[in-house]
C-alpha cells in the first residue's frame, strides 16, 4: 500500500449524492480516507458507525473523514441513510476499484478495496497509513495517535 | 484537548459496575445492540467477574444513549444490574414510557429516575466509558476484554479458551 511520504494520487469521484469529490477539494486540510470492502456488511456497518460517533473530535484535532468503496452512489446514499452517517462516501464504482488500485489497496481475491486508512496532510502528502488484517477493524485510536503523532506543520 | 489516542481499558475500579466472581471480563457494550444482548445471554451464564462500561453507537442504534442513561440513572438507586438484564432482556420496548414502566416494576423513585438520566453527571459517566472504549480500539459491539486482549463480537470460542486459561 501506499507509504508515507509519497504524494497522494489525485481522484474524481461521485459521493452518495452523485457530487464529485477531489482530492484537491482538500487542499490546505488533512483528510483521511477510509478504504473498506462494501457498503451494509456487517464489519463495515460498524467501523463506520463508531467513526460518525467521534467525527466531530476528529474534525476538533483537524482531520476530515471520507470513505470510499467500490459500491454505486445510489448504494452508499442508502447506506449513509439506513446508519444515520454524515461522512461522506465515494463511489469508486467506475472504473471498478481504480482508486483503491492507485492506493496500492485493491484485493485482487474479492474484487473490492482492501480495508485501510491513509492520512493525506494539507500539502497532498501521504501521512500514514494502515492496512487492516483481514476481518479485523481498525478502532478510531489510531486514527487519534496518527493525528497526535504528525509533524507540526 | 481531551485525548482520544490509544490506552489500555482502565482497570476495573470502585465506580465500575462490577457482579460475578472468577476471570475478570471487561464488557463494552450498547444497550440496544442486539449482539450484545445475545452476549449477555452467554456471559450470564459462564463464572466470570463481568464489568460493564457503556459503549452507546447512536447513529446506528438512536435510542442507545438513552438506555444506557437508564441503566445509569437506575444505578444511582443500586439497581444498575436490574435496568442492564431488563433493557437486554427485552430490546423490543425501549421508548421513554417503557423506561418508566421498567423503573416502576424495579420500585424506583420515578422523580429521581428522571432527572437523574438527564443529568450531566450521567451523561459525564457514559462519555467517559466511550472514550476509554474508543481508546482501547473498540470498534464493534460487543468487545470483551480478558487479561488485557480485546475478543470482538459474540463471546465464542476463542473467548471462552482465554477465559478458561485466566480462571
Known sequence: MIEP???????SLPDQDGKRVSLSDFSGETVVLVFYPSDFSPVCTDQLSVYQEVLPQLEEQGAKLVGVSVDGAFCHKAFQHHHGLTIPLL?????????????????????????????????GTVEWSYLSPPLEIPGANLIFDALEQRTPA | MTRWSSAPPPEP???????GEGPVVIEYADLECPYCAKAHLILKELPVTRVFRHFPVTSKHPRARALAAAAEAAGLQGRFWEMHDSLLEDQGHLDDPHLWDRARALDLDLDRFEADRRSPRVKDRIDADFRSGIRAGVATTPTQFVAGEPHPGVPGASFERAVRSGS
Open chain 1, 91 to 123: 463511489a469508486d464504482f467506475h472504473p471498478k476499484g481504480e482508486v483503491a488500485k492507485a492506493y496500492g489497496v485493491w484485493s485482487e481475491e474479492h474484487g473490492v478495496s482492501s480495508r485501510a486508512l491513509v492520512m493525506v496532510g494539507p500539502d
Open chain 2, 13 to 19: 475500579g470502585p465506580a465500575d459496575h462490577t457482579r
Open chain 1, 5 to 11: 511520504g509519497s504524494p497522494a494520487p489525485d481522484f
